[in-house]
């Protein structure tokens, strides 16, 4: 009687640890963060249709943030787009960066939606013929 008991037991707390287990495994699928990659970088002297370099985005969206601004014009108009081969680059929405002009920590940014799997950039343009200097600018996708 006594080892059916230690038996009933031992299959009781197997069965508890393997639900146990599962259900750890389920809630840290659920809890991982979607993969994300970011790059940083400076500006010195861009001029209107200066292209950033390249980046690989898998989908999801894309923020890109510019701190520090420094410029004759006060506004740096910023439109992300997706290199494709062959055929004129799409544009996405331009987002008007105008507050990082505003001091060493002030911060302008835009973010674009979900565009799909590809090559991505984006390009500074209206900036005239003045140039654009960015102490640090930031893209997450």
Same mark, same amino acid.
């Given at each position: 009687?006594? !080892?059916?008991? =230690?038996?009933?037991? *031992? ?9 146990? @287990? $599962?259900?750890? /495994? ?13 790059? !940083?970088?400076? =500006?010195?002297?861009? *001029? ?9 985005? @898998? $989908?999801?969206? /894309? ?16 439109? =992300? ?61």
């Amino acid at each position: 009687m006594k !080892s059916m008991r =230690l038996s009933v037991l *031992r299959e009781s707390g197997r069965r508890t640890a393997v639900v146990g @287990l $599962g259900i750890a /495994t389920v809630v840290g699928l659920a809890a991982s963060p979607a993969q994300a990659s970011s790059w !940083s970088s400076t =500006l010195v002297g861009a *001029r209107a249709g200066f292209e950033s370099h390249r980046w690989y985005d @898998l $989908g999801g969206s /894309t923020n890109i943030t510019f701190t520090d601004c420094n410029s004759d014009v006060q506004v740096a108009n910023v439109t =992300l787009r997706k290199d494709v081969d062959w055929e004129v680059d799409p544009t996405y929405t331009t987002a008007s960066f105008t507050n990082c002009f505003n001091g060493t920590y002030a911060t302008s940014s835009g973010n674009w939606g979900d565009h799909g799997e590809g090559s991505y950039y984006f390009a500074v343009n209206s900036v005239s013929s003045a140039t654009l200097s960015v102490r640090t600018l930031t893209v997450n996708y």
